[in-house]
């Protein structure tokens, strides 16, 4: 019995089959990916730290090549490259074959990573490797921008991530929600060379001291066994981390023969800025603060820009006034 004649000799068999795949494909259409191309970029596995003060021939050898030595060998790995910047970060990006899987590949990366880390400087171990999985789908591009100007594009730049960033990442279908602006607040110490020289101070002492006096620490409790007299146990709370200008200006550098303190107020100024002055964001000539939504591989496009659109007008609403939200770019 032939193919065709077994379907031909059983026409409710067939029907029935034949609504089956049409239902199957009614389902199959509504979880369908839809996006403006179509996904042909191989995934990739980005790897990124940071190295303050160094510059790029420093960044790429104490930092690149002991990540690029570990990584290399990596299952489904094409080639990496990595980008070493004056500002002290540094990019790694591992490409992988196609049809790899981006969270199997993330996790493979992150293990090798870990392995590189002691042999990182203690300044990129302290501040972090950070290993994600990239796509290079822009799905939509939302500002933040103050019309009559009342607020600076450092204070917009901030409320967009501790306000917006984090309810924006928290939808399904978006892989990374990336901030372009004046950066976060930052406590800036401007070291005047003359006075640090003619104390016979060096800029690794007041780093040192600004490290040893600004760190939350565990002082512990009074009271606590195996004292067996106390009465009452009481537990004791140090100042912390530090928060305004005249608390850093207090850190003590040096203590001379005579009793003489010098304080960073006395070799800085100190003053709360941006952590970075590299970038700037405009939208039509305006200071503005973007924020890049990148799409996850194989969500569907119009459903997460939608859901970006809802929750920017419900964010909207919680602004502060003069703040307002604009979708600049929207493909879908």
Not at 61 to 73: M, R
Not at 296 to 317: E, F, K, W, Y
Request: net charge negative.
């Amino acid at each position: 019995m032939s193919f065709p004649r077994f379907f031909i000799d059983r026409p409710i068999f067939a029907i029935v089959l034949s609504v089956l795949m049409m239902i199957g494909g009614i389902v199959a259409f509504f979880h369908l990916p839809l996006s403006e191309y179509p996904a042909v970029t191989p995934p990739t596995v980005q790897v990124t730290a940071s190295y303050p003060g160094a510059n790029p021939q420093v960044i790429a050898e104490t930092v690149a090549a002991p990540l690029e030595q570990v990584i290399t060998g990596v299952e489904g790995m094409l080639y990496m490259t990595s980008q070493s910047a004056t500002d002290g970060r540094m990019i790694l990006t591992a490409t992988f074959a196609q049809g790899t899987n981006a969270d199997m590949a993330q996790i493979q990366v992150q293990n090798r990573v870990s392995r590189a880390l002691p042999r990182l400087p203690e300044e990129v171990q302290r501040l972090g490797v950070v290993t994600q999985k990239t796509s290079p789908d822009i799905l939509m591009v939302v500002h933040l921008l103050s019309p009559d100007q009342r607020y600076d594009p450092l204070y917009i730049s901030n409320y967009a991530y501790l306000q917006v960033r984090d309810e924006l990442s928290r939808l399904p279908g978006i892989n990374d929600v990336l901030v372009w602006g004046a950066g976060e607040y930052s406590m800036r110490l401007w070291l005047d060379p003359d006075l640090i020289a003619a104390r016979g101070l060096t800029a690794g002492d007041v780093i040192a001291a600004v490290r040893e006096q600004n760190v939350q620490v565990a002082a512990g409790s009074v009271g606590q066994s195996p004292d067996s007299t106390a009465a009452f146990q009481v537990t004791v709370n140090t100042l912390g981390r530090l928060t305004d200008e005249e608390q850093f200006g207090d850190i003590i550098i040096r203590t001379g023969d005579n009793g003489q303190v010098t304080r960073l107020r006395d070799v800085a100024r100190i003053e709360m800025g941006a952590d970075a002055y590299a970038l700037r964001s405009l939208l039509d000539g305006e200071p503005a603060v973007a924020l890049q939504i990148i799409q996850s591989p194989g969500a569907n496009a119009l459903d997460v820009a939608q859901s970006v659109r809802d929750t920017m007008q419900r964010l909207q609403t919680n602004f502060p006034e003069g703040l307002v939200s604009r979708i600049a770019y929207d493909p879908t």
